[in-house]
């Protein structure tokens, strides 16, 4: 695989204040409050009971991509993540210049065109503008594969502050997926993060 292939971020103006340059201060500044330093641990359990190691897998939102790591350490061979921040990009693309099974795309993901069996969600479903969440189930749809999956871990609990992170709860995330995925697992974490523990939602969802 191309690990230095990148994709022109489109201009989105429905991103609003949270695009490329809000990110990449993110980054340059490293106010990362949301970096957990390790894999999330509903996640890294759902990794260890996958056989197939040659399915194609995204991370979109990636940030500094423990959960990609991990599946490097479990031999899986096809790997993407995207992420709309150049400098997190650059750091990525020289961390893991040397390895075949990872490809890394600064970009958006709105933007993105390609077919994936695995999407991981951490931490990116909460870091979009609340009034996005629709186009991201139909992208979703978009980039899986037939019976594809989209698995990972929601916030369960609304955030004090203005986001992001943007929060809600599991009957209003329900509705937004009911109609282009089937429920595979959709209920409170009992592995969290020590920090996250009951704050949290495991998805398991396959595309309709």
């Keep these: 695989m191309d690990i230095n292939k990148s994709e022109k971020c489109c201009t989105n103006t429905k991103l609003s204040n949270l695009g490329q340059s809000y990110w990449d201060k993110q980054y340059e ?4 409050g ?4 390790e894999v999330s641990p509903p996640i890294e359990a759902y990794i ?9 897998i995204l991370i979109p939102g990636c940030g500094n991509t423990y959960e990609a790591d991990y599946l490097l350490q479990q031999n899986f061979t096809n790997v993407t993540v995207i992420d709309i921040a150049p400098t997190l990009v650059e750091k990525l693309k020289m961390k893991y ?3 075949p099974n990872i490809q890394i795309i600064q970009g958006d993901f709105f933007a993105h065109q390609e077919q994936y069996d695995l999407i991981i969600e951490q931490t990116f ?3 979009i503008n609340p009034s996005l969440r629709e186009s991201y189930v139909n992208k979703m749809t978009e980039l899986l594969t037939l019976n594809g999956k989209l698995m990972g871990v929601l916030f369960d609990r609304i955030f004090e502050k203005e986001g992001p992170p943007f929060g809600g709860n599991q009957d209003a995330y329900k509705k937004i997926f009911q109609s282009n995925f089937d429920f595979i697992h959709f209920m409170p974490c009992y592995n969290s993060y020590h920090k996250r523990a009951t704050s949290e939602l495991f998805i398991l969802l396959k595309k309709k």
């Design 97 to 99: 210049a040397a390895n």
């Design 125 to 127: 479903f909460c870091a």
């Design 48 to 56: 260890d009971q996958l056989t197939n190691k040659n399915l194609s």
């Design 29 to 32: 500044s490293n106010s990362t």
């Design 34 to 37: 949301w970096d957990l330093g």
